[in-house]
């Protein structure tokens, strides 16, 4: 196990920046998650620790080394595919076995860890099948097997969650989660998907067109920004943004309440012109117009949805909102954090 | 620096950091392939260009320049002159002919039927066993005394045997006979092309214009023959390619004969250079192939990239 | 006309046309097969119907090309040929494919498609000078004159062939692999090639029959009875004087075409992606 450490890494293909100076240090044992929409060189930048791509320029520093000029296989990482390459000419007992079998590990000690690292991912039974007899949620634990079994210095996960069905991703984010607490291996995530990113990462970094926009945990992420791009890429909806002196008020859908349901003290007041209602179940997705502002601005709000209140919410009607302060986000007008709460 | 090599590395041989280089790798893995290409390929091509502008022959080996002397005799010649016409009514006889067969016999191999599989073995047999061998069979098959066709013909009344043709001896019937055998080697190999343009049309396509409105003529037009055309395409100037160059056919059916009647580039390239031993001569009749091989490789061209995007 | 009977000649007529196709495809090969079978006087009978047998079928024309002819020798040669011409071809096409398919970038997809061009350079262009360059390699009239030419053809085309199937394989793997402990080469070794099996066959079986179906090379640079290829000795070596033995020749073309015949036939469907340019998926 081991600290990672990046600094001014950038990556160029053929001109252009896919990673555009991106610097991270990742205590030992921590589960750091990487986030972006697609194309930001989320995965570029974990391709660049493990080594299968060389960095243009900047230092990648493993357990106190720099392995700028190692290949992979002696930086001591493992890495989990997106569609985990599999081995498909291999049984499941020999693709876990396979990183042990490049470092000459004596053969009664890989039988031995092989059955570790199946018990412990509950797929015992499967170890004399083939990749493509398995489902797709039995492959994605062979991976981790495989990526576990010769106990990395760093666990490299790239999308591992997005070939699978949304019930099954569900219970594999726990077991990631879970196993990931267990062994204590330093974790990098990537993934376009805020919900994995905040219900696993111990930190997140948010990563756009090649930066890193924000480093936190999911709290600071999602209560107190850096930036508008941070603000609106994580929540859903995202964060409402309307004109303010040149740049930006900022404010959750779930902290934009009617007015009766916000403690009085430090509020902010609006009038809130109701368009349209969506009941989901678990919420009630309020989209509407404020009026009286520099220009009229689209919004949402996101109201518990037993309330009595909103059982009377017709399209087209006013409605007296409001905010309180201390979730208020000001962003200047090149889209910066003004205040930090 | 080593002390993680010590780490986390076991023992590494010398080469090690070759083999761990995609951009050291690539090329040392291309470059067998290119220099073998390129010392029994493009050396040899440039010698035959030399050759066709020297007064090299195998019995006075001289690489004195000569300009275009060669060509300007060449194309002197009534021999060559019938060569080079006869070249291209023996390409474009035998690919029209290819292509028709090709085309219906596509057509009668899209839809599954009992024993298609079967079928399609059989059609793709003269392209797939040696053309010299079936060749061979044919000249047995239009052979002057014992042709089983002039056979069947008689059998059938149709000619008499005292005006049964002789198929190899007559030089119009030569000519039709090396098309033939040609357009016969050719088309299971056009068939086997069309069907895997067509195929290569996504169903959805098709439905999706149909749904459109485009009717039978517009979607086979403006859908179909795009799709297909790189593929097919492709595939049809190899067979022209190969026609254009061969001599195989007109080497074991006629001999070029009778009076060179059915003598092609390929053959008089091979008869000068090669039987005579006027390598000079036989360089640049063989070279007066390269035009039409460069447009067509052109073509070729185009249709590969637009195959890309 | 009432509808059965329209689909009945219909059907008649399909029939027919399928018929039509066979018998022109494989006519020339029904009669390479019953001409090897027969006896002379059976053959060189205007009187007789040609297409079956008049006579007991004999196998005094196999028995004659084992016992009288090099057709055994031949049968040889066009072995070794064709073994060397394999081994090189897959020791060459085999990283050449890989390097062009995956570590040469865009460069590599143009240079690949140059090699393929070369596919396309004629023998009747390149004999001339090739023959010289036999001739001072002290080659000339020997087997292995082809074995050095041969795969200037073979090594462009299965160069194509096995880019097109590398291409499909998912690169993850081969990065798995890197990540799990190999270098870039062994991953090759360990993953492509075993995933690369059936490219591989298709590779063998392709060169195996493109060398046997060549013809012009080996008729540039070969005359001595004994250092014939099959195909080259059955065509020009069978006739002696101006008498042709047809029942000798047409057994020995058809104990060289039916191997071939049988090896397209099962390989056919890759060597058409093949020569499209992998546009058939």
Same mark, same amino acid.
């Given at each position: 196990?081991?600290?990672?450490?990046?600094?001014?890494?950038?990556?160029?293909?053929?001109?252009?920046?896919?990673?555009?100076?991106?610097?991270?240090?990742?205590?030992?044992?921590?589960?750091?998650?990487?986030?972006?929409?697609?194309?930001?060189?989320?995965?570029?930048?974990?391709?660049?620790?493990?080594?299968?791509?060389?960095?243009?320029?900047?230092?990648?520093?493993?357990?106190?080394?720099?392995?700028?000029?190692?290949?992979?296989?002696?930086?001591?990482?493992?890495?989990?595919?997106?569609?985990?390459?599999?081995?498909?000419?291999?049984?499941?007992?020999?693709?876990?076995?396979?990183?042990? %079998?490049?470092?000459?590990?004596?053969?009664?000690?890989?039988?031995?860890?092989?059955?570790?690292?199946?018990?412990?991912?509950?797929?015992?039974?499967?170890?004399?099948?083939?990749? %493509?007899?398995?489902?797709?949620?039995?492959?994605?634990?062979?991976?981790?097997?495989?990526?576990? =079994?010769?106990?990395?210095?760093?666990?490299?996960?790239?999308?591992?969650?997005?070939?699978?069905?949304?019930?099954?991703?569900?219970?594999?984010?726990?077991?990631?989660?879970?196993?990931?607490? %267990?062994?204590?291996?330093?974790? #990098?995530?990537?993934?376009?998907?805020? =919900?994995?990113?905040?219900?696993?990462?111990?930190? #997140?970094?948010? #990563?756009?067109?090649?930066?890193?926009?924000?480093?936190?945990?999911?709290?600071?992420?999602?209560?107190?920004?850096?930036?508008?791009?941070?603000?609106?890429?994580?929540?859903?909806?995202?964060?409402?943004?309307?004109?303010?002196?040149?740049?930006?008020?900022?404010?959750?859908?779930?902290?934009?309440?009617?007015?009766?349901?916000?403690?009085?003290?430090?509020?902010?007041?609006?009038?809130? %012109?109701?368009?349209?209602?969506?009941?989901?179940?678990?919420?009630? #997705?309020?989209?509407?117009?404020?009026?009286?502002?520099?220009?009229?601005?689209?919004?949402?709000?996101?109201?518990?949805?037993?309330? =009595?209140?909103?059982?009377?919410?017709?399209?087209?009607?006013?409605?007296?909102?409001?905010?309180?302060?201390?979730?208020?986000?000001?962003?200047?007008?090149?889209?910066?954090?003004?205040?930090?709460? | 620096?080593?002390?993680?090599?010590?780490?986390?590395?076991?023992?590494?041989?010398?080469?090690?950091?070759?083999?761990?280089?995609?951009?050291?790798?690539?090329?040392?893995?291309?470059?067998?392939?290119? &220099?073998?290409?390129?010392?029994?390929?493009?050396?040899?091509?440039?010698?035959?260009?030399?050759?066709?502008?020297?007064?090299?022959?195998?019995?006075?080996?001289?690489?004195?320049?000569?300009? +275009?002397?060669?060509?300007?005799?060449?194309?002197?010649?009534?021999?060559?002159?019938?060569?080079?016409?006869?070249?291209?009514?023996?390409?474009?006889?035998?690919?029209?002919?290819?292509?028709?067969?090709?085309?219906?016999?596509?057509?009668?191999?899209?839809?599954?039927?009992?024993?298609?599989?079967?079928?399609?073995?059989?059609?793709?047999?003269?392209?797939?066993?040696?053309?010299? +061998?079936?060749?061979?069979?044919?000249?047995?098959?239009?052979?002057?005394?014992?042709?089983?066709?002039?056979?069947?013909?008689? /059998? &059938?009344?149709?000619?008499?045997?005292?005006?049964?043709?002789?198929?190899?001896?007559?030089?119009?019937?030569?000519?039709?006979?090396?098309?033939?055998?040609?357009?016969?080697?050719?088309?299971?190999?056009?068939?086997?092309?069309?069907? /895997?343009?067509?195929?290569?049309?996504?169903?959805?396509?098709?439905? /999706?214009?149909?749904?459109?409105?485009?009717?039978?003529?517009?979607?086979?037009?403006?859908?179909?023959?795009?799709?297909?055309?790189?593929?097919?395409?492709?595939?049809?100037?190899?067979?022209?390619?190969?026609?254009?160059?061969?001599?195989?056919?007109?080497?074991?059916?006629?001999?070029?004969?009778?009076?060179?009647?059915?003598?092609?580039?390929?053959?008089?390239?091979?008869?000068?250079?090669?039987?005579?031993?006027?390598?000079?001569?036989?360089?640049?009749?063989?070279?007066?192939?390269?035009?039409? &091989?460069?447009?067509?490789?052109?073509?070729?061209?185009?249709?590969?990239?637009?195959?890309?995007? | 006309?009432?509808?059965?009977?329209?689909?009945?000649?219909?059907?008649?007529?399909?029939?027919?046309?399928?018929?039509?196709?066979?018998?022109?495809?494989?006519?020339?090969?029904?009669?390479?097969? *019953?001409?090897?079978?027969?006896?002379?006087?059976?053959?060189?009978?205007?009187? @007789?119907?040609?297409?079956?047998?008049?006579?007991?079928?004999?196998?005094?024309?196999?028995?004659?090309?084992?016992?009288?002819?090099?057709?055994?020798?031949?049968?040889? @040669?066009?072995?070794?040929?064709?073994?060397?011409?394999?081994?090189?071809?897959?020791?060459?096409?085999?990283?050449?494919?890989?390097?062009?398919?995956?570590?040469?970038?865009?460069?590599?997809?143009?240079?690949?498609?140059?090699?393929?061009?070369?596919?396309?350079?004629?023998?009747?262009?390149?004999?001339?000078?090739?023959?010289?360059?036999?001739?001072?390699?002290?080659?000339?009239?020997?087997?292995?004159?082809?074995?050095?030419?041969?795969?200037?053809?073979?090594?462009?085309?299965?160069?194509?062939?096995?880019?097109?199937?590398?291409?499909? *394989?998912?690169?993850?793997?081969?990065?798995?692999?890197?990540?799990?402990?190999?270098?870039?080469?062994?991953?090759?070794?360990?993953?492509?090639?075993?995933?690369?099996?059936?490219?591989?066959?298709?590779?063998? *079986?392709?060169?195996?029959?493109?060398?046997?179906?060549?013809?012009?090379?080996?008729?540039?640079?070969?005359?001595?009875?004994?250092?014939?290829?099959?195909?080259?000795?059955?065509?020009?070596?069978?006739?002696?004087?101006?008498?042709?033995?047809?029942?000798?020749?047409?057994?020995?073309?058809?104990?060289?075409?039916?191997?071939?015949?049988?090896?397209? @036939?099962?390989?056919?469907?890759?060597?058409?992606?093949?020569?499209?340019?992998?546009?058939?998926?």
């Amino acid at each position: 196990m081991a600290a990672v450490q990046a600094t001014d890494i950038v990556k160029q293909f053929e001109g252009v920046a896919a990673v555009n100076g991106i610097s991270l240090a990742i205590p030992d044992g921590e589960f750091m998650v990487l986030l972006g929409p697609s194309g930001c060189g989320k995965t570029t930048f974990l391709r660049i620790i493990c080594g299968l791509e060389k960095q243009t320029g900047g230092d990648i520093v493993i357990g106190g080394n720099v392995v700028n000029e190692l290949p992979p296989r002696a930086r001591g990482v493992a890495m989990m595919f997106q569609s985990y390459g599999l081995y498909p000419h291999y049984t499941v007992r020999k693709n876990i076995g396979f990183p042990l %079998r490049t470092q000459r590990v004596a053969s009664a000690e890989i039988k031995k860890k092989v059955g570790w690292a199946a018990e412990l991912l509950g797929i015992t039974h499967l170890l004399d099948r083939r990749p %493509r007899q398995l489902s797709g949620g039995e492959r994605q634990r062979v991976a981790l097997a495989r990526a576990l =079994v010769r106990e990395p210095t760093v666990l490299l996960l790239d999308e591992p969650l997005s070939n699978l069905d949304a019930k099954l991703r569900a219970s594999a984010r726990n077991e990631i989660k879970a196993f990931q607490q %267990r062994v204590g291996t330093t974790t #990098i995530y990537v993934t376009h998907d805020q =919900v994995e990113a905040m219900g696993m990462g111990d930190r #997140i970094a948010v #990563i756009d067109h090649g930066q890193i926009r924000q480093v936190g945990t999911p709290t600071a992420i999602y209560d107190d920004p850096a930036d508008r791009f941070v603000a609106t890429f994580v929540g859903t909806p995202p964060m409402n943004l309307v004109n303010w002196n040149g740049g930006h008020l900022g404010f959750r859908p779930e902290n934009f309440l009617p007015k009766e349901m916000v403690e009085s003290g430090d509020v902010t007041d609006f009038s809130f %012109r109701v368009d349209r209602s969506e009941y989901l179940g678990s919420e009630r #997705i309020v989209y509407g117009t404020l009026e009286g502002l520099e220009s009229a601005t689209e919004i949402t709000a996101k109201l518990p949805p037993a309330h =009595v209140a909103f059982e009377n919410i017709r399209p087209g009607e006013y409605h007296p909102y409001a905010v309180r302060n201390a979730t208020l986000c000001y962003f200047d007008k090149d889209g910066k954090r003004a205040n930090r709460h | 620096m080593v002390a993680i090599a010590e780490k986390f590395v076991r023992p590494r041989s010398r080469f090690g950091s070759i083999l761990d280089r995609p951009k050291i790798l690539g090329p040392l893995f291309v470059s067998p392939a290119i &220099l073998y290409v390129l010392a029994l390929v493009g050396a040899p091509f440039c010698l035959a260009l030399y050759y066709s502008v020297s007064a090299y022959t195998i019995y006075s080996q001289s690489y004195k320049f000569v300009g +275009l002397a060669n060509f300007v005799q060449i194309f002197g010649s009534d021999i060559f002159r019938t060569t080079l016409v006869n070249t291209f009514i023996f390409t474009f006889g035998s690919q029209i002919l290819g292509l028709v067969l090709g085309k219906f016999g596509a057509l009668l191999l899209l839809k599954p039927f009992p024993g298609r599989k079967i079928v399609r073995a059989l059609i793709v047999l003269p392209w797939a066993v040696p053309v010299a +061998l079936a060749t061979v069979a044919w000249e047995w098959m239009f052979d002057s005394l014992y042709s089983v066709i002039n056979w069947t013909f008689i /059998a &059938l009344g149709v000619i008499d045997r005292s005006d049964a043709p002789n198929w190899l001896g007559n030089p119009h019937l030569a000519m039709l006979c090396v098309m033939v055998v040609n357009a016969w080697r050719f088309f299971p190999f056009a068939i086997v092309i069309f069907l /895997a343009g067509i195929t290569a049309v996504p169903q959805d396509v098709i439905d /999706a214009a149909t749904v459109d409105g485009a009717g039978f003529w517009r979607r086979n037009y403006q859908i179909i023959v795009p799709i297909i055309a790189p593929i097919v395409v492709v595939g049809l100037i190899f067979g022209t390619v190969f026609t254009f160059t061969d001599l195989s056919i007109v080497y074991l059916l006629t001999n070029g004969g009778p009076v060179n009647a059915t003598s092609v580039l390929g053959f008089e390239g091979f008869q000068v250079g090669i039987v005579s031993g006027d390598v000079a001569h036989g360089a640049a009749i063989s070279l007066v192939m390269l035009p039409v &091989l460069f447009v067509l490789v052109v073509v070729m061209l185009r249709f590969i990239r637009r195959r890309e995007i | 006309m009432p509808r059965p009977l329209a689909n009945a000649l219909s059907q008649v007529g399909f029939y027919s046309a399928v018929a039509f196709f066979v018998i022109l495809a494989a006519f020339p090969f029904y009669w390479m097969a *019953i001409t090897a079978f027969k006896t002379n006087a059976d053959l060189y009978d205007i009187s @007789n119907i040609p297409f079956w047998f008049n006579d007991p079928p004999t196998l005094e024309h196999i028995e004659y090309l084992f016992t009288q002819t090099l057709f055994a020798r031949w049968l040889l @040669n066009s072995a070794i040929i064709g073994v060397c011409v394999v081994g090189i071809t897959l020791v060459t096409a085999l990283p050449a494919a890989y390097s062009l398919a995956r570590m040469t970038g865009r460069s590599g997809e143009a240079l690949g498609i140059g090699i393929f061009l070369t596919y396309l350079v004629p023998p009747t262009l390149l004999f001339l000078p090739l023959s010289r360059v036999i001739t001072m390699l002290g080659m000339q009239d020997s087997l292995w004159a082809l074995v050095l030419v041969y795969p200037t053809f073979t090594i462009p085309f299965c160069t194509w062939l096995l880019m097109g199937f590398f291409k499909a *394989i998912p690169r993850e793997i081969e990065e798995a692999a890197i990540v799990d402990g190999c270098s870039v080469f062994s991953a090759f070794i360990k993953m492509v090639i075993p995933l690369s099996v059936p490219a591989i066959l298709t590779v063998v *079986i392709f060169t195996f029959t493109l060398t046997l179906q060549e013809f012009v090379y080996a008729l540039t640079f070969i005359s001595s009875s004994s250092q014939k290829t099959i195909t080259l000795g059955v065509a020009t070596d069978l006739v002696r004087g101006d008498i042709y033995f047809w029942g000798e020749l047409m057994a020995g073309a058809l104990i060289a075409a039916v191997p071939v015949a049988i090896a397209y @036939n099962l390989f056919l469907d890759r060597f058409i992606a093949g020569i499209t340019g992998g546009a058939v998926k």
